[in-house]
């Protein structure tokens, strides 16, 4: 098994999600947060906004807190436990859901495919 | 495990629903009932986050509402193996976030005893239906004390083993680096028995532990003589309630007097008030990237939009709840490029010099034992989640052993004003047999009578 073990380390620490704000609106003004919201996928109301104008106060007071630590030095704790667990299985099949059953939970499902609002126009 | 027939369960299920609110879905029950197996015949209730094939499974998220799974979790597949019956599906905070059950879908979950209070959360379904002896058995998760807490509020023995101890392939995750299954019993050794069926590795999840699993519930022992048992002096030092404080004392002394070793400990205070900013950082941020998958497409309840993106639009703002949303912007935000070493990274090394600390606590102790939660569970109409603010550490502690992975139980202690409240006894990692067997000696020692008014 040790041959295929990762470097568990290195190989997660690549996996970490690097998002870009690209944002070119005023920090934390109504326009930043729907902008923010929207790149989620998702909108906020006026009073969401408001609320969280307020988070984000708090959200900034604790990079303070944060800042007042010394981690000179320190490596990120991605996981618990440093032991390997994750290796790369065996290129074999296993668990095959049939397509009736992959489909079942989608709401709209035409020709054996899920089907979605028209993307080119 | 406490006899309780499926006949009996499934009656006590329909009677407590109308004032618990804590079943979300309930389970179609089996022609036959298993007579092989560990938990052969056991009604068992499953935190709605938990995988059930064909049976509808809702994280008690809008956007999940219609969600019919067509496999089972290792969780589910293995109880169902050692013979258990799936009676219903329980409430839970919307995907695992929130303290109280009371951002639920289906609306707040009632204390069994007293139905004005919160059953403390996310894992509150499952741990009141424990409490009205509904069930002897409800599996729960717990990121940051969403087993532990609701267990102190309702007066069970909630469970959190070590980080990988229980497969996770099937879970609706909500932190990945936090996430852990539990369960729910009223006493240690049902817990014992629950962990043997549970536990073990399974290639499907691949965080999942190979350290072999014992035989917890066979080899028990209560006895208490010579255990180390150190105790978390700067958190139970901030008890304000007289009767948890006294009760506390009092648990120090029998400790003593059965023959336990027992040391006072002591953390660093400025590390403690870290805890609550450094969970939520990387709980927010894993949990916005754990649910992007989440968008009606494949899968939920879809909302109509002229483009695909206004159906994930739709249908992820009318699916989760505001304060769910709120959480994905923070969390995101601290994904950001231009935020991830001042924000995310810097919380994982946060976490990783008080993950230290805590385990230096271990270096000449079987067990470190402290307060469960400071307080008996607070009214409904009194709580809010607090969105992102400063939290008093002695509330969240028991996020030290999501921190480290470490497992650890919390037990009833006694009753101030009618209402539950507990300790919480953490071992190292993977020394469950060591933590179930002080927990044992504990639970004799206590000798909790508390009974739910319902």
């Given at each position: 098994?040790?041959?295929?073990?990762?470097?568990?380390?290195?190989?997660?620490?690549?996996?970490?999600?690097?998002?870009?704000?690209?944002l070119?609106?005023?920090?934390?003004?109504?326009?930043?947060?729907?902008?923010?919201?929207?790149?989620l996928?998702f909108?906020?109301?006026?009073?969401?906004?408001?609320?969280?104008?307020?988070?984000?106060?708090a959200?900034?007071?604790?990079?303070?807190?944060f800042?007042?630590?010394?981690?000179?030095?320190?490596?990120?704790?991605?996981?618990?436990?440093?032991?390997?667990?994750?290796?790369?299985?065996?290129?074999?099949?296993v668990?095959?859901l049939?397509?009736?059953?992959?489909?079942?939970?989608?709401?709209?499902?035409?020709?054996?495919?899920?089907?979605?609002?028209?993307?080119?126009? | 495990?406490?006899?309780?027939?499926?006949?009996?369960?499934?009656?006590?299920?329909?009677?407590?629903?109308?004032?618990?609110?804590?079943?979300?879905?309930?389970?179609?029950?089996?022609?036959?009932?298993?007579?092989?197996?560990?938990?052969?015949?056991?009604?068992?209730?499953?935190?709605?986050n938990?995988?059930?094939?064909?049976?509808?499974?809702?994280?008690?998220?809008?956007?999940?509402?219609?969600?019919?799974?067509?496999?089972?979790s290792?969780?589910?597949?293995?109880?169902?193996?050692?013979?258990?019956?799936i009676?219903?599906?329980?409430?839970?905070d919307?995907?695992?976030?929130?303290?109280?059950?009371?951002?639920?879908?289906?609306?707040?979950?009632?204390?069994?005893?007293?139905?004005?209070?919160?059953?403390g959360?996310?894992s509150?379904g499952?741990?009141?239906?424990?409490a009205?002896?509904?069930v002897?058995?409800?599996?729960?998760?717990?990121t940051?004390?969403s087993?532990?807490?609701?267990?102190?509020?309702?007066?069970?023995?909630?469970?959190?083993?070590?980080?990988?101890r229980?497969?996770?392939?099937?879970?609706?995750?909500?932190?990945?680096?936090?996430?852990?299954?539990?369960?729910?019993?009223?006493?240690?050794?049902?817990?014992?028995?629950?962990?043997?069926?549970?536990?073990?590795r399974?290639?499907?999840?691949?965080t999942?532990?190979?350290e072999?699993?014992?035989?917890?519930?066979e080899?028990?022992?209560?006895?208490?003589?010579?255990?180390?048992?150190?105790i978390?002096?700067?958190?139970?030092?901030?008890?304000?309630?007289?009767d948890?404080?006294a009760a506390?004392?009092?648990l120090?002394?029998?400790l003593k007097?059965?023959?336990?070793?027992?040391?006072?400990?002591?953390m660093?205070?400025?590390?403690?008030?870290?805890?609550?900013?450094?969970?939520?950082?990387i709980a927010?941020?894993?949990?916005?990237?754990?649910?992007?998958?989440l968008d009606?497409?494949?899968?939920g309840?879809?909302?109509?939009?002229?483009?695909?993106?206004?159906?994930?639009?739709?249908?992820?703002?009318?699916?989760?709840?505001?304060?769910?949303?709120?959480?994905?912007?923070?969390?995101?935000?601290?994904l950001?490029?231009?935020?991830q070493?001042?924000?995310?990274?810097?919380?994982?090394?946060i976490?990783?010099?008080?993950?230290?600390?805590?385990?230096?606590?271990?270096?000449?102790?079987?067990?470190?034992?402290t307060i469960?939660?400071p307080?008996?569970?607070?009214?409904?109409?009194?709580?809010?989640?607090?969105?992102?603010?400063?939290?008093?550490?002695?509330?969240?502690?028991?996020?030290?052993?999501?921190?480290?992975?470490?497992?650890?139980?919390?037990?009833?202690?006694?009753?101030?004003?009618?209402?539950?409240?507990?300790?919480?006894?953490?071992?190292?990692?993977?020394?469950?047999?060591?933590l179930?067997?002080?927990?044992?000696g504990?639970?004799?020692?206590?000798?909790?009578?508390?009974?739910?008014?319902?």
């Open positions: 098994m040790d041959s295929r073990l990762y470097n568990k380390q290195e190989k997660r620490q690549d996996r970490q999600p690097v998002w870009k704000g690209n070119k609106v005023e920090k934390f003004s109504s326009e930043y947060f729907r902008k923010l919201a929207n790149d996928k909108d906020l109301s006026d009073e969401e906004i408001e609320a969280l104008k307020k988070d984000f106060l959200v900034e007071k604790q990079v303070e807190l800042d007042t630590i010394d981690t000179d030095g320190v490596e990120p704790m991605i996981y618990p436990f440093e032991t390997p667990t994750v290796f790369l299985r065996e290129d074999e099949i668990d095959v049939d397509q009736d059953d992959a489909l079942s939970n989608a709401a709209d499902v035409r020709m054996g495919h899920v089907h979605v609002p028209k993307v080119v126009k | 495990m406490d006899k309780t027939t499926i006949e009996q369960s499934a009656k006590r299920l329909s009677e407590v629903q109308p004032s618990l609110n804590a079943v979300v879905t309930f389970a179609e029950l089996p022609d036959e009932i298993s007579t092989q197996g560990k938990l052969a015949g056991i009604p068992v209730v499953l935190k709605d938990i995988i059930t094939n064909g049976l509808r499974t809702t994280a008690s998220s809008g956007i999940l509402d219609n969600y019919i799974p067509v496999y089972d290792i969780v589910a597949k293995r109880l169902k193996e050692a013979g258990a019956v009676m219903a599906k329980a409430s839970m919307e995907l695992g976030m929130g303290g109280t059950n009371r951002n639920a879908f289906t609306g707040p979950v009632h204390n069994p005893y007293d139905l004005d209070r919160i059953s959360g996310s509150g499952s741990a009141v239906l424990v009205s002896k509904a002897p058995l409800a599996i729960g998760t717990d940051g004390d087993i532990r807490k609701p267990a102190a509020f309702c007066g069970v023995v909630g469970f959190k083993p070590t980080y990988g229980i497969p996770r392939y099937g879970i609706i995750p909500y932190a990945s680096s936090l996430d852990t299954v539990g369960t729910f019993t009223r006493s240690v050794k049902d817990a014992a028995l629950a962990l043997e069926v549970l536990a073990g399974d290639d499907h999840d691949m999942s532990s190979y072999e699993v014992g035989e917890y519930s080899l028990l022992n209560d006895d208490l003589k010579g255990k180390k048992i150190g978390l002096r700067t958190v139970s030092d901030e008890i304000k309630n007289p948890i404080k506390f004392d009092q120090v002394d029998d007097n059965a023959g336990a070793i027992v040391s006072d400990l002591e660093d205070r400025k590390l403690l008030e870290l805890i609550a900013p450094v969970y939520k950082t927010n941020a894993e949990a916005t990237a754990n649910h992007s998958n009606g497409i494949r899968f309840v879809r909302k109509p939009g002229e483009s695909v993106e206004d159906v994930m639009t739709a249908s992820r703002t009318e699916g989760f709840s505001s304060y769910v949303r709120a959480r994905f912007v923070i969390g995101s935000y601290s950001f490029e231009e935020n070493d001042r924000l995310f990274r810097k919380a994982q090394k976490r990783r010099l008080i993950s230290e600390a805590y385990a230096r606590l271990f270096e000449d102790q079987d067990v470190v034992l469960a939660a307080d008996v569970a607070p009214k409904i109409e009194e709580t809010s989640e607090v969105r992102f603010g400063i939290d008093r550490f002695e509330e969240e502690h028991m996020q030290l052993a999501n921190f480290t992975g470490y497992p650890s139980i919390v037990l009833p202690l006694g009753l101030s004003d009618g209402l539950p409240f507990g300790v919480e006894l953490t071992a190292r990692p993977f020394e469950e047999q060591k179930l067997d002080t927990a044992a504990v639970e004799k020692v206590i000798d909790f009578q508390g009974e739910p008014t319902l």
